[in-house]
């Protein structure tokens, strides 16, 4: 049974930098996909970073790109996502994801990483990241 335990978050002013974690549990296959997500109660989960675990390819959102970096330590099957220059906007519950499937690519390539979600089907329990202003 797959399991993503999320810790990390807080908050922080515009500008500020925070890193969250998400231990793994479970995973069967050494090679699939993980990712990070975030949701608001006015907007849809959408996707913000990707990495693909066994090839280390990563893929970012257009709005995170040169401030957000994705992540893996293989040793301990954690994942982590170093988010620096923080804006109020990105208040949001941030998730962790993993899919152990061979279409996610495709689906990544098709519709974006903002609008992956339905790819990923295992999900951390959430943790909230608030930028005040």
């Known amino acids: 049974q797959v399991h993503l335990v999320q810790s990390g978050g807080g908050s922080v002013q515009t500008g500020g930098s925070l890193r969250l974690s998400c231990a793994a549990y479970g995973l069967s296959y050494a090679s699939y996909w993980m990712g990070w997500f975030r949701q608001t109660p006015t907007k849809e989960r959408e996707g913000v970073a990707v990495?693909?675990?066994?090839?280390?390819?990563?893929m970012y959102a257009d709005s995170v790109k040169d401030r957000f970096t994705i992540s893996r330590d293989n040793a301990d099957n954690t994942l982590y996502i170093q988010m620096n220059g923080l804006k109020p906007e990105e208040t949001a519950m941030y998730f962790c994801?993993?899919?152990?499937?061979?279409?996610?690519?495709?689906?990544?390539?098709?519709?974006?990483?903002?609008?992956?979600?339905?790819?990923?089907?295992?999900w951390g329990q959430g943790t909230q990241v608030t930028v005040s202003s």
């Open positions: 990495i693909y675990v066994g090839g280390g390819r990563t």
């Open positions: 994801a993993a899919d152990e499937g061979s279409d996610v690519l495709a689906g990544i390539q098709r519709l974006g990483v903002e609008r992956s979600r339905e790819y990923f089907a295992y």
